[in-house]
């Protein structure tokens, strides 16, 4: 495939040394001037490095170490490196010195360029701009590298998780004896001297016999007890201890981890690398560690031409991720065809020249991606890995294998190719035939083309004629057309004068015969001014009457009006004496109210005033009554005492009174009165001196009353005083009123005589109407007065009109013979107008003609017949060259087929050295590479394959984020396929959390605590899946594995998804028939659930000296119903169900690896099982596989309440678990224990609904396998 | 035989958990098939190679791609050796690709092939592992008497791909060391078979342990192949397939 490649401009830049730059230089060369001469121009990577002192910015020259040739040779291919700082006037080189070869020259954030160092001091070069800009636009490498630094630091975690269990040091120990097992996979030590801390720690390390350099293999398990270590043969120790050659030549055995130890350092330096900016794609480092991961949007989307046949998700997943710039991640729930899509994505790479690396975690997953890849001669796979890890599938495609597989491929196609080769001969004659066919045809076609030249030639020549009689026919139409315009004018305005007289004769006339003549006109008029007249007296007489009614009224109105005035005046005279004679103040006030006198201010003071005083009179009349009783009685006892001595007691007592006197109540006054009384009538022998102090007793009291009395007095005055004055104020307010109703009298009379005029002059008008109007008037009015109106205006009309007759009479005549003249003028003016537009329309249809011929030469001439011609004529010459061709291709069919026999045999002979020869070719040009995570960063393959055009990674939920940094440093554009909702990556038997929480648990670290509690909560690829856009991003969500009967029991899990997980399969019970019929299984079951009873020995039981766990009764019915299985296959043989020799495939997979080995057992040793295609397995090593059948052995069972389900509670394993059978799933285990038993709610609610759906389907069974 | 019964027993008694229940000794028939064959000499040329310049001698081809479509060769393989081959200075093109006077020779010396003496050779076939055991049929002199034949013994003729004999006799081939295996050098190849037949059929005596490892509660089978002298996993697995259950019940007190 082409590339446009931009040609490298060179920058040419001054450069000035500093002493100490020079310095380093002369270590190489005479001088700066001869160094920098050794290349006309250099490759050079800059850095943009942190320059702390100047605004000033420093940069890093990296010398290419590879592409400058003159250089590499000079410093045996070591890196020369040049610190500058950027001036206006050059590069300022401040150090130079040189590294080692191993020193990376290219990184992502240095900009490769070529430049020309002008060292010459006296020389103006500068720096070129473009060198400036470009310069800035770099981002400075060590803030780069912090940022990752300090982000990748969170991933610490997972590499202490594998560091746990790595010692540094080799171990060595001695060996008595060791034992082969029965097939030769695995030899068991007996050993000594391993510390107890030790015997954990050797799982998993590789061992070999001290001394040898073959290793043997590595630990699978560490019995401290026993004193044993049980070791898994590498293939070739186990060939040589079948010959009985493997003989160990010392007693000691070296464990080493440095299979671990390099992952590790592997890991690390993934880290490191991401760091130094050495990933291929420069943008790695943000969408890991962004919160929102910074992506580039996809340019454009990309339209594809599919080889696979896809689904619509699959289609968006395969476009998304060609389309994608750096990252484009996909989900793939189990069965959904991501290696469908993992394989179109491949071969579309591959048709597009690029190079894809496909990536995993495992081994497993590797080969299953590759052998699904289509076999296709653009693709080139290849396995990179360790030989003997690599599974089945993957084999083929190592590459010592590869030419065989490619030699298989060639051959397939090459004898596809000879069993039709003597049809190509046919093919070929058919093929000439139809070639001079079509040249026959495009010869003919030239002919009729040369014909239309010659027309086109003659066409031209008219053309110009008929051009010419256009042109004067227009000239001649100029002058006819303005004859025309003028006619025109002067016949409408004819005609316009012509309808003006016309009107005013007919209007004239139609006045006249309405009349008859002017006098009876005149006539007319006369009458109705009679008329009118009459009508107007009618409405004058009508009007006075009205008026008079009016004046009358009032005049009577007034009449009365003085009467009442009258009245009230006199009555008013009257009443000043009425005032004189009122004695209390009510009948003052009776009397206002009565002649309507309104209280004055002074009037109201006055009342007010005498109101107040009355009030505080209160009591006068009593004291007034006491005084006189006590004058009376003092007026008698002085009577009886006598003058002088009354006198001389009156006398003392005015003394006395004179320092103050007693106060009494009237009451009292009365009592002591009575009391003087009753002693005189009970006194019969009175002497006098008794009456002395009486009289005392009563002057003293008349002192008292007199004082009391003669206030009050005083207040009766003044209320009389006032009540006098408010008479005489009443009084003065009558007299005003009757001055001011005197004034008005004049008015009232004055009033009364100009109506009774007015009523006298209206009857004397009304008599001189009446006699005008005679009868008597029936009409209203307004009706009147409306007839009038209407007279009015006619007659008024009637006048203009008679005035017009009067004037136009006279003129008649002559307006009639204006008028004929007129009519003659317009007939000739239109006359000679009609003439002249004969003779326009004739020159226009001459015109029209001719055109219409211009236009018909035009199309003539607008052919291209030359390019028609010269096109034929070049086709012709295409046609006889491919004929040509053909001829040549038939002379040379029976050579090529006897080349591609010779092929053939050739192919089929391929030695060892042709094979070879082939594999160079093969691996030089594959295309798609596959290997694991961390094989990827194994030096060899760093060496072979720096970079992939694209990376794809399956299986990514399974992998670290640090194991899957490594593949994704390689990758320009990287794309990601998983399922967070199947298992995440498992460390040894358990899930990463698992492992994480076991730490956790026994750390005393809070640091570390934390740190590995993050881990916990970050899943690298559900982060990105969740956090990416819509464009970046897939769910594929049709499954084609499972029966839809068992896709059911995963649904869930995917529920809160953009798309529900659906069936793809059109239908299930037809390409899901698993065709058996037996006693636990019958033709139309897809989902069984055998329940285990709650009693030995279904219980759950766990081995002495380890973890797990195992279920015996489980077994049992496992074993029954594997044989019911084989029975039920060989039966469906029988009957022709099946094919012959179908080997059901049979996966029994297990929660626990105790179970798993018990089964391995069972079917190995005590079960002959012929017509099942056997695979056991824990769930978590299934992840990935699918068998027809599927058996779960559930385990766990135990008889206490809240019983810990352990492995069983994770859904996702649960998912991996239901989702790996095609077309029967037959769970094994409690529904009990897992529904109601088990400890925590969530996974009791999982297990529930899932005997939901097995209810659903009648697939709930006991432990015999009976209907529940 | 006794004596080998007896020393491999002291091995297999080595691993204290193998108690062997039973052992027997039987023969499976070895057929000594007899290959006559013409070797040819030529100069080692790959065969890529070869059909490049051939088709390049024979045929009139314009572009890699008429190259690619005759052979049925990735594109890119053949622009990649036509380069090389214009480099060597072996093919020139002008209309057609054409072999220069050094290519033609070089082809030449690669095509010609020099047909060397009939050879003959023997090689001992196993019709019970469909291949061609190595090992030294004298050895089997030495044993005093033969026992029972292997009751699953397989006569069947001879099943293999030509290529497998070509290796096998290649492999066996006395002449080999004599000549040198650089590039560019001549050598001796087999690529074809005259005739074969079989000259004779021998029994190979094999002893068979019955194991039983208590602890794991695991029954297997351990054949001694006395020709090829080491344990035998193909015979091993088909005694496994075929009998496993049968000793189970055979030997059901034992394991008790």
């Known amino acids: 495939m082409a590339q446009v490649v931009a040609k490298p401009t060179v920058m040419r830049t001054n450069l000035i040394l500093t002493n100490k730059a020079r310095e380093g230089i002369l270590a190489w060369a005479k001088d700066e001037h001869a160094f920098f001469h050794l290349q006309k121009s250099f490759v050079v990577h800059i850095e943009h490095v942190q320059n702390t002192s100047h605004d000033e910015m420093a940069v890093t020259l990296y010398f290419d170490n590879v592409e400058n040739n003159a250089l590499a040779e000079k410093l045996d291919e070591q890196v020369a490196v040049m610190n500058c700082v950027v001036k206006y006037e050059g590069l300022l080189a401040t150090n130079f010195r040189v590294l080692s070869k191993r020193v990376p020259v290219h990184t992502n954030r240095r900009f490769k360029t070529k430049m020309q160092f002008a060292t010459n001091a006296s020389n103006t070069v500068g720096l070129p701009l473009e060198l400036h800009s470009k310069i800035r636009e770099l981002p400075i490498a060590e803030e780069r590298s912090k940022y990752v630094q300090k982000r990748i630091s969170s991933w610490e975690g997972y590499l202490k998780i594998q560091e746990r269990d790595a010692t540094i040091d080799d171990m060595t120990v001695s060996f008595s004896h060791y034992e082969v097992n029965e097939d030769f996979s695995r030899i068991t030590f007996k050993i000594n001297g391993l510390k107890e801390n030790e015997w954990k720690k050797i799982v998993g390390l590789s061992a070999k016999v001290q001394g040898s350099k073959d290793e043997l293999g590595s630990v699978l398990k560490a019995h401290s007890s026993k004193k044993t270590v049980e070791i898994d043969l590498r293939p070739f120790i186990q060939e040589q201890v079948r010959k009985d050659r493997w003989h160990p030549k010392t007693r000691e055995l070296v464990f080493s981890n440095f299979a671990t130890l390099s992952q590790i350092r592997r890991l690390r330096k993934g880290f490191s690398d991401l760091e130094k900016g050495l990933a291929a794609n420069a943008n790695l480092e943000k969408i890991l560690f962004e919160e929102r991961p910074r992506i580039q949007q996809p340019k454009k989307r990309v339209e594809l031409q599919f080889d696979n046949r896809l689904n619509e998700f699959q289609r968006e997943a395969v476009i998304g991720a060609l389309s994608a710039e750096d990252l484009y991640v996909i989900q793939g729930p189990p069965g959904t065809g991501k290696t469908t899509v993992i394989s179109e994505i491949c071969q579309q790479n591959a048709k597009a020249g690029l190079k894809t690396l496909v990536a995993s975690q495992s081994n497993l997953a590797v080969d299953n991606a590759l052998s699904r890849l289509l076999a296709n001669k653009d693709i080139r796979i290849l396995r990179y890995g360790r030989t003997e890890s690599i599974e089945e599938e993957g084999k083929k495609f190592i590459e010592e294998n590869v030419a065989l597989y490619w030699r298989e491929q060639t051959l397939h196609d090459l004898e596809a190719e000879l069993a039709i080769h003597r049809d190509r001969t046919a093919e070929l004659d058919l093929a000439i035939d139809q070639k001079e066919k079509e040249l026959q045809g495009l010869q003919q076609q030239l002919a009729v083309l040369e014909e239309k030249i010659a027309e086109q030639e003659q066409a031209e020549k008219d053309y110009v004629i008929v051009e010419e009689d256009i042109k004067n026919l227009k000239k001649s139409l100029g002058p006819l057309r303005k004859e025309q315009r003028l006619l025109e004018e002067k016949a409408s305005e004819l005609t316009a004068k012509k309808i003006i ?572 028939d698993h065709h058996l019929e037996g006693h636990y299984v019958k033709r139309d079951d897809h989902l069984i659930w055998l329940d285990m009873p709650s009693r030995k020995p279904y219980f759950e039981e766990q081995m002495k000296n380890g973890k797990s766990r195992f279920n015996p009764g489980e077994l049992d019915t496992i074993r029954h119903t594997l044989l019911d299985l084989n029975q039920a296959t060989e039966m469906a043989i029988t009957s022709g169900n099946l094919p012959k020799g179908t080997k059901k495939s049979v996966g029994v997979i297990s929660f626990y690896g105790e179970q798993v080995k018990k089964i391995d057992h069972l079917i190995q040793q005590e079960l002959k099982l012929d017509h099942l295609q056997l695979r056991t397995g824990t769930v978590d090593r299934f992840q990935g596989m699918e068998m027809d059948v599927i058996i779960v052995s559930m385990v766990r069972n135990t008889d206490h309440k809240g019983g810990d389900i352990g492995f069983a509670n994770d859904y996702r394993r649960l998912n991996v678990a239901l989702s790996r059978a095609r077309e029967l799933l037959i769970l094994v285990g409690s529904v009990e224990m897992f529904t109601k038993r088990a400890k925590k709610k969530e996974s009791r609610a999982m297990y529930s609904h899932l005997l939901e759906v097995v209810k659903s389907q009648n697939g709930l069974r006991d432990e015999e396998g009976k209907a529940k | 035989m006794n004596a080998l019964e007896n020393k491999l027993t002291k091995k297999i008694k080595q691993d204290p958990k193998a108690n062997i229940l039973a052992t027997f000794s039987w023969c499976f028939p070895i057929q000594t098939i007899e290959f006559k064959y013409k070797p040819v000499k030529r100069l080692t040329m790959d065969i890529l190679m070869k059909m490049v310049l051939l088709s390049c001698k024979q045929a009139e081809i314009a572009e890699p791609k008429e190259l690619s479509d005759l052979l049925l060769v990735e594109e890119l393989f053949i622009r990649d050796l036509l380069q090389n081959l214009q480099n060597k200075g072996l093919v020139e093109k002008e209309a057609y690709f054409r072999l220069t006077a050094r290519g033609e020779k070089q082809l030449e010396n690669g095509i010609f092939e020099e047909e060397q003496e009939e050879e003959t050779q023997e090689l001992l076939y196993s019709a019970n592992h469909k291949d061609f055991l190595t090992g030294n049929m004298e050895d089997l002199d030495d044993l005093d008497e033969l026992p029972e034949p292997f009751p699953y013994a397989s006569e069947e003729p001879m099943d293999v791909e030509d290529e497998v004999i070509f290796n096998a006799l290649q492999e066996n081939r006395p002449a080999l060391k004599n000549e040198e295996k650089d590039q560019d050098a001549v050598q001796t190849f087999i690529t074809s078979i005259t005739s074969n037949k079989i000259i004779q059929i021998n029994d190979v005596p094999c002893v068979q342990f019955i194991l039983y490892n208590k602890e794991k509660d695991l029954l297997y089978t351990r054949v001694w192949n006395t020709l090829t002298g080491h344990w035998d996993e193909t015979l091993e697995k088909l005694l496994t397939e075929k009998e496993l259950l049968k000793w189970r019940e055979d030997y059901l007190e034992q394991i008790k």
Request: glycine fraction near 4%.
């Open chain 1, 501 to 1072: 007289e016309e009107k005013q004769i007919q209007q004239f006339e139609e006045l006249l015969s309405k009349y008859g003549s002017l006098e009876k006109l005149e006539e007319t008029v006369q009458e109705k001014q009679t008329e009118v007249v009459k009508l107007r007296q009618q409405v004058s007489y009508l009007l006075s009457k009205g008026e008079l009614e009016k004046a009358e009224l009032a005049l009577k109105n007034a009449r009365t009006a003085y009467q009442e005035w009258l009245e009230n005046h006199r009555k008013l005279q009257a009443s000043n004496e009425a005032i004189e004679e009122c004695k209390k103040i009510q009948d003052l006030n009776v009397f206002m109210e009565e002649h309507h006198i309104q209280a004055n201010t002074k009037i109201e003071w006055q009342r007010n005033s005498f109101e107040r005083i009355k009030a505080q009179m209160f009591g006068y009349n009593d004291w007034k009554e006491v005084r006189n009783r006590l004058n009376g009685a003092i007026g008698y006892l002085e009577g009886q005492i006598g003058v002088s001595e009354s006198q001389r007691i009156l006398q003392k007592v005015e003394i006395e009174t004179k320092n103050g006197y007693s106060s009494y109540s009237i009451r009292e006054i009365d009592s002591a009165i009575d009391h003087f009384k009753r002693f005189l009538l009970e006194t019969p022998d009175l002497y006098i001196n008794q009456l002395y102090v009486y009289l005392e007793r009563l002057y003293n009291r008349r002192f008292f009353v007199e004082e009391q009395f003669g206030m009050l007095e005083n207040q009766r005055q003044e209320i009389m005083r006032l009540f006098q004055m408010m008479k005489q104020e009443v009084k003065s307010q009558v007299s005003y009123i009757l001055n001011t109703s005197k004034q008005h009298e004049s008015g009232l009379l004055n009033v009364g005589n100009r109506w009774s005029a007015e009523v006298e002059q209206l009857k004397k008008k009304i008599d001189k109407l009446s006699e005008a109007v005679q009868e008597e008037l029936t009409e209203a009015l307004p009706d009147i007065q409306h007839q009038l109106n209407i007279q009015e205006k006619e007659l008024e009309q009637l006048t203009i009109q008679m005035q017009s007759v009067a004037t136009t009479l006279p003129k008649l005549k002559q307006i009639q013979d204006t008028f004929e003249t007129l009519l003659k003028e317009e007939e000739d003016a239109l006359e000679n107008l009609a003439q002249t537009e004969v003779k326009v329309k004739e020159i226009n249809t001459k015109g029209l003609l001719q055109e219409k011929k211009l236009k018909e030469l035009e199309q003539i001439l607008q052919q291209d017949l030359a390019r028609q011609k010269q096109y034929t004529e070049e086709t012709i010459k295409g046609v006889e060259n491919i004929i040509e061709k053909l001829h040549h291709d038939k002379q040379q069919l029976p050579i090529k087929q006897k080349l591609q026999q010779q092929w053939h045999q050739l192919l089929l002979n391929a030695s060892e050295h042709d094979l070879d020869e082939i594999r160079k070719l093969y691996v030089n040009h594959a295309n798609v590479i596959g290997t694991t995570c961390v094989a990827s960063a194994r030096k060899e393959f760093m060496d072979n394959y720096p970079t992939f055009d694209v990376v794809i990674i399956d299986e990514v939920s399974k992998a670290t984020p640090p194991e899957l940094l490594l593949p994704m440093l390689k990758g320009k554009k990287i794309i990601l396929v998983g399922d967070h909702h199947q298992l995440p990556p498992l460390i040894g038997d358990d899930t990463l959390e698992e492992t994480l929480k076991a730490i956790i648990d026994e750390s005393d670290d809070l640091q570390e605590i934390n740190e590995l509690k993050k881990l916990l909560k970050e899943s690298l690829f559900e982060r990105l899946f969740k956090n990416l856009p819509k464009s970046n991003k897939q769910m594929l969500a049709i499954q084609y594995r499972m029966h839809e009967n068992i896709m059911k029991t995963i649904a869930p899990f995917y529920e809160n998804e953009d798309s529900h997980l659906q069936c793809g399969l059109e239908n299930s019970d037809q390409v899901r």
